[in-house]
């Protein structure tokens, strides 16, 4: 069976070369560590993406993605993007935000959706990393300078 999607005929239609790894979400596979062993990745290759919101009125919602097994450092983000603050959206609010489910939130599926997108700059260690394909169960492997490219993100230090 081949996965499709709208984020793989995104990146079709872009020419972009990827790989689709799927896993079973419905068995408990939910943090990114977990998804790394089940596709057979490092953690740090696999890249998990967080919504994030600024203290400042009219401000986009970001996406942040960052390395599985880190956890965001708000006070950097806010440093980088310039903000006095920074918070995580809740779940309910991410997936209202996104239309996505959490766990299945991609940078890759929001393309020209109006956020903002912040890589941690640890991704560039890599060739290629992983990210959510737009749905619980599935993860993109691409490369690099291609996923930057195709959302526009900023490639920042969040460590």
């Known amino acids: 069976m081949t996965f499709k999607n709208n984020v793989t005929r995104f990146l079709d239609s872009k ?3 990827y790989a689709v790894h799927t896993y079973d979400y419905d068995a ?6 977990e998804v790394a062993a089940a596709v057979g990745m490092s953690g740090e290759q696999v890249f998990k993406t967080l919504v994030a919101l600024a203290d400042q009125p009219g401000r986009k919602p ?10 965001l450092d708000l006070k950097a983000l806010a440093k980088v993007v310039g903000v006095k603050k920074a918070k995580m959206a809740s779940h309910d609010q ?10 299945g939130i ?6 020209n959706k109006g956020f903002d997108v912040y890589l941690d700059g640890r991704a560039q260690a890599f060739e290629e990393i992983a990210v959510s394909a737009g749905e619980r169960g599935a993860q993109i492997v691409l490369p690099v300078r291609d996923l930057v490219k195709v959302t526009r993100a900023r490639v920042v230090a969040l460590e």
Do not use: K
């Open 28 to 33: 408990g596979i939910h943090s990114a560590v």
């Open 15 to 17: 020419r972009i070369d």
């Open 62 to 71: 970001m996406l942040v993605v960052i390395p599985g097994p880190e956890t």
């Open 94 to 103: 991410a997936e209202a935000l996104t239309g996505l489910q959490t766990g």
């Open 106 to 111: 991609s940078p890759l599926a929001l393309v």
